[in-house]
């Protein structure tokens, strides 16, 4: 453990210890529609924060959520961990030039899947290819009439 902290042979501790960063830390995000307008409970900055005890939810069937990255970063993979059964069909679209661009859409998901994540719903966005992007845009295109999102994680 000394070794990893870096401080073997008598060296002092850090000051500040280095915190795993992921694609989405100080990600912030923004969305057509809240929950009964109130972001202090529902805000979509809560499918940003890497705690899947908050989520974003709409207050509309159909809604869209935008995710703004600290940096353009690379990644092949979008993740979702969303309330059970709440997203039904969705596509993701990345920001090039000020146009939104489409990156994935998917089929109508089945209500009874066998992915859950501590019992919530996941939902895995493979891409064909590695993507680079600062801003994505998450539009749910079918739902149960009360889409959430917990967690947006990308890989």
Same mark, same amino acid.
């Given at each position: ?13 850090? !000051? ?13 995000? $923004? ?6 307008? %109130? ?9 940003? %924060?890497?705690?899947?005890?908050? #989520? ?13 990255? @600290? !940096?353009?970063?690379?990644?092949? $993979? ?5 309330? $059970?059964? #709440? ?18 859409? #998917? ?5 009874? @899947?066998? $992915? ?7 939902? #895995?966005? !493979? ?7 600062? @801003? ?18 990308? !890989?």
């Amino acid at each position: 453990m000394a070794r990893q902290l870096g401080i073997e042979n008598g060296k002092p501790f850090p !000051k500040e210890l280095k915190k795993p960063q992921s694609l989405i830390t100080d990600a912030t995000a $923004e969305a057509t529609s809240i929950y009964k307008n %109130d972001t202090l409970h529902y805000g979509p900055s809560y499918a940003v %924060d890497n705690d899947v005890s908050t #989520s974003w939810m709409s207050a509309d069937s159909l809604a869209s959520m935008t995710v703004n990255l @600290r !940096k353009e970063s690379k990644f092949q $993979e979008i993740f979702l961990i969303i309330g $059970e059964n #709440s997203v039904t069909q969705l596509s993701i679209d990345k920001e090039d030039n000020g146009k939104w661009v489409p990156v994935y859409q #998917s089929g109508v998901i089945p209500k009874q @899947r066998g $992915e859950s994540f501590m019992g919530y719903g996941t939902i #895995s966005c !493979k891409l064909d290819e590695p993507i680079s992007a600062q @801003r994505l845009q998450i539009r749910i295109l079918q739902s149960n009439g009360k889409p959430s999102i917990y967690s947006v994680r990308l !890989k």
